[in-house]
């Protein structure tokens, strides 16, 4: 399993709201551009120290391209969505917003997120199809 010339995306393994968003980013990533990493994972934490990021502090989805940036909140939806093409592409058009507006956005959903669409007593475990996905 390796992540060279892959983004990244961390996200909360046991939140059913960002397990439904990846399993979407799945479907609609064509070109492989993705591999995931929980961020209560070792390599999560890992990933999450190296970019000054403390995973426990963090309630967001991080885009990770390694040597290059990283990006989190609304601004890491963006990126993401701009990678997976057709519809989902044109959804960068709300980066013309200001980013406090569309932080902020964001930020009701994490924070509802567990209470609206429930939580995990563990991470997801991908089936055998999925595994090279994740890292």
Not at 92 to 102: G, S
Request: charged share 25%; with cysteine; aromatic share 14%.
């Amino acid at each position: 399993m390796t992540a060279e010339n892959k983004k990244i995306i961390l996200f909360d393994g046991v939140c059913n709201l960002c397990n439904s968003a990846v399993q979407f980013i799945i479907e609609r990533d064509k070109k492989d551009v993705f591999r995931f990493v929980t961020l209560q994972s070792d390599f999560g934490k890992e990933i999450c120290s190296y970019i000054g990021i403390d995973p426990k502090m963090t309630d967001s989805i991080i885009l990770y391209e390694p040597g290059i940036a990283y990006y989190y909140k609304s601004q890491a939806a963006f990126k993401i969505a701009s990678q997976l093409g057709s519809f989902y592409s044109l959804l960068a058009v709300f980066k013309v917003l200001p980013r406090k507006t569309c932080d902020s956005i964001y930020d009701y959903i994490a924070k509802n997120r567990y209470s609206w669409y429930g939580k995990k007593e563990h991470c997801m475990i991908p089936s055998p199809e999925l595994k090279a996905k994740f890292i």
